[in-house]
């Protein structure tokens, strides 16, 4: 049976680039204890200052206080804090001790960001991606994207991934790049990262050619429940990379892509009909009702 394959660009994921969430950074358990933060807030130690904030955010040895919270890391961001910048403006963006305000948390994980810190570099480009806050501009955030991932922040990384995979954006497409800034995510159990990254593998694109890499990976990427990846591998076992064909558990994942909302994978159930039959499609849909999506530390990593 001849298939048409569709181009690679088809498989990137459903959604391009998510809106990461926006996590407030954590101050260390060693960092001071809960007395030395009051002295030293007392005193107008910033550090000290975004300590107690903290403390009152997490109601960690003092009641929950948004109030308190907000104040201290007022406090703290007026003297220069990134840790407390970047958490001021997850405030504004929940509205929490205060109303929300997404123009005037962009304003906050601008300053943050500007003084290093990867997380908020982060949260400003998943702002500047999609207009949350401030003119939206793809661009400038690729530029905070590459500066969070250089940093080592997994979320980054993907973002950054995906822009050299698809050559959006401005970035000239480089497989070898977005192999480069996938392989920690993906090693980490992101399951998009897992599957793009596979599918780099399977094709040999910007990396040496490993079918058997691939599909560790794209069965990972599946296993957890990414649409994107069931779908990757779904047509991995119908066209046997990597593994024995076998349209059954083809379809089994084609099934589950779908029903995750997945539209490929319908074309793939068309495009792959003529090797099945309607015992061996029941037997498909009976192993896709038991699947049961698992745990990035519940699968091997590949």
């Given at each position: 049976m001849k298939v048409k394959l569709l181009p690679l660009s088809f498989l990137v994921p459903t959604a391009y680039l998510a809106l990461f969430c926006v996590n407030p950074i954590a101050a260390k358990a060693t960092d001071m204890t809960l007395a030395e933060a009051q002295s030293g807030a007392e005193k107008g130690d910033a550090e000290a200052e975004f300590v107690l904030g903290k403390a009152y955010y997490q109601g960690n040895g003092v009641p929950k206080d948004y109030s308190k919270a907000l104040l201290y890391y007022q406090k703290a961001a007026a003297q220069g804090n990134a840790k407390a910048e970047n958490n001021l403006a997850t405030m504004y963006v929940?509205?929490?001790?205060?109303?929300k305000d997404p123009a005037e948390a962009v304003k906050w994980y601008r300053k943050a960001a500007e003084h290093g810190a990867a997380l908020a570099q982060l949260n400003l480009a998943s702002r500047l991606e999609k207009g949350d806050g401030v003119k939206a501009d793809p661009k400038e955030a690729a530029v905070w994207y590459e500066k969070a991932a250089i940093q080592g922040v997994p979320q980054a990384q993907l973002a950054l991934g995906e822009l050299y995979y698809t050559g959006m954006v401005g970035f000239e497409k480089n497989y070898g790049e977005a192999a480069r800034w996938l392989a920690n995510p993906a090693e980490q159990g992101n399951a998009e990262a897992q599957n793009l990254l596979g599918i780099l593998y399977q094709k040999g694109l910007g990396v040496p050619k490993n079918l058997q890499k691939a599909f560790g990976l794209l069965e990972n990427s599946a296993e957890q429940g990414n649409a994107d990846g069931q779908c990757s591998l779904g047509l991995t076992y119908c066209l046997g990379l990597g593994v024995k064909v076998n349209f059954i558990k083809g379809y089994k994942w084609?099934?589950?892509?779908?029903?995750?909302?997945?539209?490929?994978a319908e074309h793939y159930k068309i495009e792959f009909k003529d090797g099945m039959t309607p015992e061996r499609y029941k037997e498909a849909e009976s192993m896709a009702d038991a699947f049961k999506p698992r745990t990035p530390a519940e699968v091997k990593t590949p």
């Open positions: 929940n509205g929490e001790g205060v109303n084609f099934i589950i892509s779908s029903k995750g909302g997945n539209t490929l």
